[in-house]
């Protein structure tokens, strides 16, 4: 799955957090040169948009034109709405591997799928995969689980990121 180095990929996700439940979009491009992930609510109730590039601050935009940086992604968002997804590792997790420098358990499938990873104080899960693509397998169904968050994802696409584009279409700029 290393080779998976960049991606557009589009997902939903419930993320429940003590009482309360959130469904959300996450459409995601990924490349060596940029990140940009967008936190779509449904039916329009906000919209989170986070960009870095290599050796920046993380950027988190609100369609109200207000600007927060940090330097993780994950600070950023406790800053700005109160709780937090474990971008860092999910950069790893998202393709069913566990994250570089950090210590870790996880368990294999009989055909060599990822079933579960425990790091960082998450544990993931892989609930389902898609077809089997060169040799590789993707995660579809993921669920991961800390002592105060839940994140259930369902990937429904995978793509190369294209080369090249400015992520414009994907990630409109709020004026």
């Known amino acids: 799955m290393a080779q998976y180095n960049d991606w557009d990929m589009r997902s939903r996700a419930v993320i429940k957090l003590e009482a309360e439940a ?12 940029r990140f940009m992930m ?13 960009e ?17 940086e940090n330097l993780t992604a994950e600070a950023l968002l ?11 590792g999910l ?13 870790y358990s996880h368990r294999v ?6 079933r579960s ?20 397998w993707l995660p579809r169904k993921i669920e991961l689980v800390s002592d105060t968050i839940t994140v259930r994802l369902i990937v429904e696409r995978w793509q190369p990121a294209e080369q090249g584009d400015s992520g414009s279409d994907l990630f409109p700029e709020f004026n």
Do not use: C
């Open 78 to 88: 406790e800053d700005v709405i109160g709780w937090s997804l474990p971008i860092s």
């Open 109 to 114: 499938k009989a055909d060599g799928r990822t």
């Open 52 to 68: 870095s590039e290599p050796g920046e601050a993380y950027r988190l935009k609100l369609p109200d034109g207000q600007v927060f």
């Open 22 to 33: 959130y469904n959300i979009g996450i459409r995601w491009q990924r490349d060596p040169d």
């Open 38 to 50: 967008l936190l779509e609510a449904p039916f329009g109730q906000g919209v989170f948009r986070i």
């Open 117 to 136: 990873i425990k790091q960082d104080q998450w544990d993931i899960s892989y609930l389902d995969y898609f077809a089997q693509q060169e040799d590789s």
């Open 91 to 103: 950069d790893y997790w998202i393709r069913g591997m566990p994250r570089p420098g950090s210590d």
